[in-house]
């Protein structure tokens, strides 16, 4: 197996979707294990997302399951995606495990849905903007820290500049249009960046104004990543102070899909967005 980064997520999503074929078929882990050439505990092991699997063999058990083509098909895709490698290889010595699993599934993302209160999100950043927010977090490190940190975050961009790009549809509160990071020179060129990434076609950007309420489905800082059209696998990621949490309920995830599309009412429109964000410029 080539020597990546393991990637949870797609390794949780590829047991359970095994445990529920096997349930499926009323055997237990004991039977099924006979039937696949395994021991109960190994596929035990699969089944809860601990041990990686060669693509022959999970084609083998999905052979053995007689799965439908669709479905197989998307197990196997992320069980490939699961053992590529990618930039943030690089990273391993440095980065969390993972926030190296989190890139990997935002690298392989088809749509991004994201919701931000307090900062540009990391994908629209400037090198100077995401500077200032590193060094604000991390006022004891050596520069040399930071600077690889903002590398890391600046390398996370490319699939928006890719020859098939992931589509990006960002909620923008209009505090973080206004909050000054880094000093207005910074700030005018983080909201110029903002522009001209809204002038993309795979970049959808709306702000929520201040003069307007969210209500309830105003739930703050998230991203919400599709992989697979239509998708295979969807996950929410949200930050918190001392690392991310990765949500991969399927319940869970359709009610921040529900609340994203919910609130989207109360925002400005693409054309309006871009007004405000060339008035909030100009008072810089």
Do not use: C
């Amino acid at each position: 197996m080539p020597d990546a980064s393991p990637s949870t997520v797609r390794l949780r999503k590829i047991g359970r979707s095994l445990r529920h074929l096997r349930e499926e078929a009323g055997q237990t882990l004991k039977t099924a294990g006979r039937h696949l050439e395994r021991s109960g505990s190994s596929l035990s092991l699969i089944e809860n997302g601990l041990q990686p699997l060669r693509l022959r063999d999970l084609e083998h058990i999905l052979n053995r399951y007689r799965v439908p083509l669709p479905e197989s098909a998307a197990l196997m895709t992320l069980a490939e995606q699961q053992q590529q490698s990618g930039w943030w290889d690089a990273y391993k010595d440095f980065i969390s495990h993972e926030t190296l699993d989190r890139v990997s599934l935002e690298f392989s993302a088809s749509r991004i849905v994201t919701t931000e209160t307090t900062f540009i999100p990391g994908l629209l950043q400037t090198e100077d903007y995401t500077h200032a927010l590193n060094r604000a977090g991390l006022p004891d490190a050596p520069a040399a820290v930071v600077s690889r940190y903002v590398d890391f975050r600046l390398q996370r961009q490319q699939i928006l500049k890719r020859p098939d790009p992931t589509h990006l549809y960002v909620t923008l509160d209009e505090g973080a249009l206004r909050r000054i990071r880094g000093g207005r020179y910074v700030m005018r060129a983080q909201l110029k960046r903002l522009l001209n990434e809204s002038e993309q076609e795979h970049v959808f950007l709306r702000v929520l104004p201040f003069t307007a309420d969210g209500g309830p489905h105003y739930v703050g800082h998230f991203q919400l990543v599709d992989i697979g059209t239509p998708p295979i696998l969807s996950v929410v990621l949200v930050d918190h102070l001392t690392g991310h949490w990765i949500l991969e309920d399927e319940a869970q995830v359709e009610r921040f899909r529900e609340k994203s599309i919910l609130v989207e009412p109360s925002t400005l429109s693409e054309a309006e967005s871009r007004t405000l964000i060339q008035s909030v410029m100009s008072d810089l």
